[in-house]
Nanobody
Framework: QVQLVTSGGDLVQPGGSLRLSCAAS????????MGWYRQAPGKQRELVAT???????NYAGSVKGRFTISRDGAKNTVYLQMGSLKPEDTAVYYC???????????????WGQGTQVTVSS
């Protein structure tokens, strides 16, 4: 059984910073790409950032230069360092990981439970 546990969401003022974490646990054979998505009220879930096993990153245009995604392979954890936060960054943030469990050799996508980020004065 594989699960992703997300943490770090909070209420923060505009211009502030926040770091989200997402740790994968369970019977994990390997992890490929990991990433962060977000969903604001009344909107569809959108990509925020992704990172490959080799460290290649991809960002949504709206967060480029303000957010940084990173991962710790030893801890099976992905991070999202968010800076210069704006009210429009308010959303539930979800992590996603492509994971192959020991039970088989199939790469599947797993989602974390989501963490609320609210940017407001």
């Amino acid at each position: 059984q594989v699960q992703l546990v997300t943490s770090g969401g909070d209420l923060v003022q505009p211009g502030g910073s926040l770091r989200l974490s997402c740790a994968a646990s369970g019977s994990i054979r390997s992890i490929a790409a990991m990433g962060w998505y977000r969903q604001a009220p009344g909107k569809q879930r959108e990509l925020v950032a992704t990172i490959t096993t080799g460290g290649n990153t991809n960002y949504a245009g709206s967060v480029k230069g303000r957010f940084t995604i990173s991962r710790d392979g030893a801890k099976n954890t992905v991070y999202l360092q968010m800076g210069s936060l704006k009210p429009e960054d308010t959303a539930v943030y979800y992590c996603n990981a492509q994971i192959m469990a020991y039970s088989d050799y199939i790469m599947r996508g797993y989602w974390g439970q989501g963490t609320q980020v609210t940017v407001s004065s």
